[in-house]
């Protein structure tokens, strides 16, 4: 397995797998690689020829009050994962001036509905730093197909409306994989190792009011504000804060007051000091 720690180690090698005409797919991640990850990365070799998996806590989408500086780290335990899984070539920046120059002043602006609510109406600036490093990360690469995890609804949404808009469709295809669950059905998350025993059991509380919503919208309920108030009775006294708690439409996230087309509920909460996002798709 290659382990690139510089954009210029990264170059010979791809220029070799183009040569050779083997299709390359990539996980983007922020490292500290856990079953949610890993099943992307299965996904990706179904896909492609070679997988490429970079690991980058990316400074640009934390704000100053955030968690960058104890967002948890493990790379010797993400390369052995990678190796394992047959990962062709980690990514694994050695300082953010690899990926950010010192003078470096451009950023990718997704506007619209996609960044207006949900993390972005408490997250300012968020997607900004999602959507450039995603995009410096095509433009390294090159791959033929990039898989991203729905756990992060909102973050595969503006990459998806990125991709479409700067015109990388017709070359990059954005393949989705499905949220992995604890057999208790808490969403595995990197910042899950926050949670102490008795944070995360009332962590859990997102998927059962969730799971509740579901259930009634699969009996036919279609009111969004019902859905709503049927989760938040699970979930709201479980968590110390309910950062948001919404119904919208699927494919262009704005809030919804009846379900008539492919919608989803997405919730963010902090547990503790730990903020957590989690979703479920409805039709």
Not at 46 to 61: C, G, K, M, T, Y
Not at 84 to 96: E, H, N, Q
Request: hydrophobic share 45%.
């Amino acid at each position: 397995m290659i382990v690139a720690r510089t954009k210029e180690e990264i170059f010979g090698p791809l220029a070799a797998l183009r040569a050779r005409g083997e299709r390359l797919a990539l996980v983007p991640t922020m490292g500290y690689l856990h079953e949610g990850h890993l099943s992307l990365v299965r996904r990706a070799k179904e896909l492609a020829d070679r997988v490429a998996v970079s690991i980058f806590v990316n400074p640009a989408q934390f704000g100053p009050r955030e968690d960058f500086a104890r967002y948890p780290r493990d790379l010797e335990g993400d390369l052995d994962k990678c190796e394992k899984a047959g990962v062709w070539m980690v990514f694994a920046p050695s300082d953010p001036r690899v990926m950010y120059r010192e003078d470096h002043s451009t950023w990718v602006d997704v506007e619209g509905s996609l960044t207006e609510g949900l993390c972005a109406a408490s997250r300012p600036g968020h997607f900004r730093g999602v959507a450039t490093v995603v995009l410096k990360l095509f433009n390294l690469f090159r791959p033929d197909v990039a898989l991203f995890g729905k756990k992060d609804y909102q973050q595969l949404a503006v990459i998806r409306q990125m991709v479409e808009d700067l015109d990388l469709s017709p070359h990059l295809e954005i393949v989705a994989g499905e949220t992995v669950r604890e057999p208790d059905g808490l969403a595995l998350s990197s910042r899950n190792a926050y949670l102490s025993e008795s944070e995360r059991r009332r962590a859990l509380s997102l998927y059962r009011g969730l799971s509740r919503a579901r259930e009634r919208f699969e009996k036919g309920e279609r009111s969004a504000a019902v859905l709503i108030e049927a989760a938040r009775a699970v979930i709201e006294p479980e968590v110390d804060r309910l950062d948001y708690l919404e119904v919208v439409d699927a494919r262009s996230l704005v809030p919804v007051k009846r379900i008539e087309a492919p919608a989803c509920m997405l919730v963010a909460a902090f547990v503790g000091s730990t903020r957590l996002i989690d979703n479920v798709e409805l039709g």
